[in-house]
């Protein structure tokens, strides 16, 4: 395990980011919210959301269920279209596209491309189960990256291994526990070698005794300190000991952001604490509300 | 043997039977052959039906769900009969009466197996869809590594009864002058004036077929309904 | 494609087959129904005999096609000195036949009825009959519209069949008008479009009625 991470104090206030402090070539954030909004008819889920994650920084999305954090993450993915605002990543739009000076929607192909980027872990795991572990995660190498069948295998054996499942790869998903089957999503999604990676309320579908192991490698994915990470969590201890940034939302805006000690130990506003205290500090998990 | 004799009828004439039976097979051999080509032509046409009805586009999805509607809605004999006569005169071209009888069962069915499709694509579980766009998969590679490889087998016990109705269709392009079983049946009938061992001969095979490929369609759902989850 | 006005001329014949295709769905249906009680309630008797009976009963008619039936009852019963007109032969085999699917429905609904309906029944003395009257019948025969519904949607299309007895039904008179007016095109399109409106009415109010079904008792 690498060694914990300096504790930085940053400005409290939401929609202000904090100046990059990792090493970062560019400068620019790896994932950039402008003024993003989304409503599902008449339900607003997300208002004018401003937000900069630099590269390889881990931020917690914690909130109440309806706060929008899965709606967040989503558009990041291309699940949900945003109503209005843009997404860049890695300094390219992501919803949209320049032409001629404008911006117009992006078309099937420049979302392929700039979605390539991305990977994402669900609540339901979402495993293939007509395929065998191994294919399950050769799958993507093999027809979306065009990677030789060899090569293909070879990344798919060494992060199933990585992920302590090295030994399962003629299963079906059907003979895994759920834990064991998130963390082979995990390794479907990391084979792909995205720049950021979205994990969304990953352990919530799982037995308690299992979610720990899920955990366990989601500590490693951050401990090595290279990727980029989006987690949406209940797992409050979890996240103060993993994150970099805490952001909490509530109904559709981020009401508080900053490091864990703060966000935990001393959140400014009263929803925050109010959200906080159901947690009550204790070491465990509360079913999803 | 002697024949089956009830009062001054002859019920039964073994004799007779025995002698019809070969060709009674033959004809037999055009009403499986009709009904697998029908059948192919059916799962074949049934596809691009079932994506027509689930597509974004709306006139598509009306166009092919009112088709869908349309024939099955209509009895497949006057969708025969439609066809070797009203749309060869239209078009202006002759086919044979056997293609048109195949023709005829592959579009009638494929109207059904649209729909079994379509009930398959739409038990698929919707995080199927996400995982493959989150891990980038084409449309294409969705549908043929992902999506129809989960929706087909649970579908196919439908599929195998649909197989077993269309064989018990095809009597009907007898009306279009294919000479299957039956109207090779009738043919025999006519010519010797004695119908029961004939049509009876024909009951039986269509029963013993019948009988035999449903035992295989329930074998075929009781595999699949251990092997899944 | 020379011609455009509508083929209206062709109706008045067609239109009279219509009457005898309504006639035979119709009677046939009233038999297909009676079918349907008496076979599927012997499915569902305590006697194993009784159930035997009518499973093979089910398994003859679903497995021979109805043409066949037809033409069995129309061709060979005259040997036997049971002489049918078109209309009867008709009338038997699809009624018989139909009935044979439609007992499939009367016993999957009435097995559909929740076992704590007929214990609320016994726990209030009722007799064996009471409660299938009463209780299970009622709230079976609500269930059971939408797939009769379906039956009889094709059994309409079965009707089709006997004009190849020679039934002067729809189809059989699109069949004269095919060689006398040598119009096969329009003919047979008509014929397609009158059984459409024939079915389709029946079709909504199935789809109607499930989707009443659905909302009010889930």
Known sequence: MAGSRPLKRRELSSGVNPPAEKENQTGRPMVKYSHVSKAFGKLKVLRDINLDIEKNEIVAVIGPSGSGKTTLI????????????????????????????????????????????????????????????????????????????????????????????????????????????????????????????????????????????????????????DMTMIIVTHEMDFAREVADRILFLDGGVIVEEGPPQAIFNNPRHKRTREFLSRFCNSPMTPAAI | MA???????????????????????????????????????????????AFGRRSACRPLTLLTGGLVEFVRSTPLLAQLFFIYWGLAEFLGVTMSAFTAGVTGLGIHYAAYLSEVYRAGIDAVPRGQWEAATALGFSALRTWTNIILPQAIPPV?????NYLIGMFKDTPMLSAITVVELLQTAKIIGTRSFRFVEPFTIVGLLFLLLSYLSSLGVARLEARFKRGSA | MSKIHPPFDLLPPLWRGVGITLQLTIL??????????????????????????????????????????????????????????????????????????????????????????????????????????????????????????????????????????????????????RTSTLRSFEVFSLVLILYFLLAYPITLAVRAWEKKLSQGRA
């Not at chain 1, 998903?173 to 390794?187: C, E, M, T």
């Not at chain 2, 196919?156 to 195998?160: E, I, N, S, Y």
């Not at chain 3, 305590?46 to 499973?55: C, D, G, I, P, S």
């Not at chain 3, 929740?114 to 009959?129: C, D, R, S, V």
């Open chain 1, 74 to 225: 989503r558009m990041l993915m291309t699940l949900e279209k945003p109503s209005s605002g843009t997404i860049e990543v890695d300094g390219e739009l992501l919803w949209h596209e320049r032409k001629n000076g404008k911006l117009v929607p992006a078309s099937e192909g420049h979302l392929r491309k700039v979605r390539r980027k991305v990977g994402m872990v669900f609540q339901q795991f979402n495993l293939f189960p007509h395929m065998k572990i191994l294919r399950n995660v050769t799958e993507a190498p093999l027809h979306v990256l065009g990677l030789p069948r060899e090569e293909a295998e070879a990344r798919a054996v060494e992060m199933l291994e990585k992920v302590g499942l090295g030994d399962k790869l003629d299963a079906y998903p059907a003979q895994l526990s759920g834990g064991q089957q998130q963390r082979v999503a995990i390794a479907r999604a990391l084979v792909m070698r995205p720049q950021v990676m979205l994990f969304d309320e990953v352990t919530s579908a799982l037995d308690p005794e299992l979610v720990g192991e899920v955990l366990a490698v989601l500590r490693e994915i951050a401990a090595e300190g």
């Open chain 3, 28 to 177: 046939a249906a009233v038999l297909a129904v009676l079918t349907s009680f008496v076979i599927g309630f012997a499915r569902l008797a305590r006697y194993r005999l009784l159930r035997v009976l009518a499973t093979l009963y089910v398994e003859i008619f679903r497995g021979t096609s109805v043409l066949v039936q037809l033409f069995w009852v129309y061709y060979v019963l005259p040997f036997f000195n049971l002489k049918l007109t078109a209309m009867q032969a008709g009338i038997l085999v699809l009624g018989l036949n139909y009935g044979a699917y439609g007992s499939e429905i009367v016993r999957s609904s009435i097995l559909a009825i929740p076992k704590h309906q007929t214990e609320a029944g016994i726990a209030l003395n009722m007799t064996p009959n009471q409660i299938m009257a009463r209780i299970i019948l009622p709230q079976a025969l609500l269930l059971m519209l939408p797939p009769f519904g379906n039956l009889f949607i094709e059994l309409l299309k079965g009707t089709a069949l006997v004009s190849l007895i020679t039934l002067s039904d729809l189809m059989f008179q699109g069949t004269l008008m």
């Open chain 2, 3 to 49: 024949p089956i004799i009830v009062g001054n009828t002859i019920l039964w004439d073994w004799e007779y039977a025995v002698q019809i039976f070969p060709t009674l097979l033959a004809a037999l051999k055009i009403t499986i052959g009709a009904t697998l080509l029908g059948f192919a032509l059916a799962c074949i046409l049934g596809l691009p039906l």
């Open chain 2, 156 to 160: 196919l016990p439908v599929m195998g």
